[in-house]
T-cell receptor, first 116, second 110 residues
Framework: DAGITQSPRHKVTETGTPVTLRCHQT?????MYWYRQDPGHGLRLIHY???????DKGEVSDGYSVSRSKTEDFLLTLESATSSQTSVYFC???????????????FGEGSRLTVL | GDSVTQMEGPVTLSEEAFLTINCTYT??????LFWYVQYPGEGLQLLLK?????DKGSNKGFEATYRKETTSFHLEKGSVQVSDSAVYFC?????????FGKGNQVVVIP
């Protein structure tokens, strides 16, 4: 299994509080992604990174920010959590560009966030 | 942007039945296509892939053929097992990321 660790795995928080989810990889892969999974929507890309300090927005980036100061860590921050951000969040990594593509995404086990 | 569409609704079938899950795509170029599987409580894992038209991806008895003329990548398995119960996602590569369909839950009854 690819070395991807997400933390925390479960979190309950209140509306308006900040939340940070961490993704840590031991594979030295260049690309890292944050997706959210919701019933009826499948997986939707929030943000992704193509290198240290290089990030870009996905299709549902509003209300989220990310940072990547080291190759191995990709942080997802909800500055002020809302109930609509209740979801399961998945980190994924890849060593190739998504459109080149034999590149495969390796996924973490997910972080379940509940915003009350 | 590029996208994939999966057939609506869960799929329930008996053990040893034939499984088909439909996937069609919309793309401006020639993306690679993927099927991912998610077992309960786990992240997604790659099931199979195809990188160009007419390629057939296969793994664990599952197959899918990249059909450019019908813009499709349907997943098939000839004889499902209870252990195949999972959620299946079709995906395509686009602009340095993967775009996923909404997924289909497959339940195989003994």
């Amino acid at each position: 299994d690819a070395g991807i660790t997400q933390s925390p795995r479960h979190k309950v928080t209140e509306t308006g509080t900040p939340v940070t989810l961490r993704c840590h990889q031991t594979e030295n892969h260049r690309y890292m992604y944050w997706y959210r999974q919701d019933p009826g929507h499948g997986l939707r890309l929030i943000h992704y990174s193509y290198g240290v300090k290089d990030t870009d927005k996905g299709e549902v980036s509003d209300g989220y920010s990310v940072s990547r100061s080291k190759t191995e860590d990709f942080l997802l921050t909800l500055e002020s959590a809302t109930s609509s951000q209740t979801s399961v969040y998945f980190c994924a990594i890849s060593d190739k560009q998504g459109n080149s593509n034999t590149g495969e995404l390796f996924f973490g086990e997910g972080s379940r966030l509940t915003v009350l | 942007g590029d996208s994939v569409t999966q057939m609506e609704g869960p799929v329930t079938l008996s053990e040893e039945a034939f499984l088909t899950i439909n996937c069609t795509y919309t793309a401006t170029g020639y993306p690679s296509l993927f099927w991912y599987v998610q077992y309960p409580g786990e992240g997604l894992q790659l099931l199979l892939k195809a990188t160009k038209a007419d390629d057939k991806g296969s793994n664990k008895g599952f197959e899918a053929t990249y059909r450019k003329e019908t813009t499709s990548f349907h997943l098939e398995k000839g004889s499902v097992q209870v252990s195949d119960s999972a959620v299946y996602f079709c995906a395509l590569s686009w602009n340095n990321r993967l775009a996923f369909g909404k997924g289909n839950q497959v339940v195989v009854i003994p």
